[in-house]
């Protein structure tokens, strides 16, 4: 019914910049957060950064000042601009969606396949 794609991520050098999008499809009525997690090898998945239908968005304190996450709500697309990369910050982003479907009650939640992000030293 509903469907996270992922693309950009890569391989950088570190002090390097890179960009994610995740655009969400199928028969979704509103989206009321979108955000970005990650997952490096042999850790749990972490919040990066997410962002509300209203714009107001939450970091977490790793990449505060470095990340910038937005937003295009008629397109149901997130974006993560991440610059002054570490290599700490390798590993596998996840895009998520806190949404309504047509036709049904409550919310769900969504989760993208994930995009490797690898920070080289």
């Known amino acids: 019914q509903v469907q996270l794609v992922e693309s950009g991520g890569g391989l950088v050098e570190a002090g390097g910049s890179l960009g994610l999008s995740c655009a969400a499809s199928?028969?979704?009525?509103?989206?009321?957060?979108m955000g970005w997690y990650r997952q490096a090898p042999g850790q749990q998945r972490e919040l990066v950064a997410v962002?509300?239908?209203?714009?107001?968005?939450n970091y977490a304190s790793s990449v505060k000042g470095r990340f910038t996450i937005s937003s295009d709500n008629a397109k149901k697309t997130v974006y993560l601009q991440m610059n002054s990369l570490k290599p700490e910050d390798t590993a596998v982003y996840y895009c998520?969606?806190?949404?309504?479907?047509?036709?049904?009650?409550?919310?769900?939640?969504?989760w993208g396949q994930g995009t490797q992000v690898t920070v080289s030293s």
């Open positions: 962002i509300t239908s209203g714009g107001t968005t």
């Open positions: 998520n969606a806190d949404l309504t479907i047509q036709g049904t009650l409550g919310t769900y939640r969504y």
């Open positions: 199928g028969r979704i009525r509103s989206i009321n957060v």
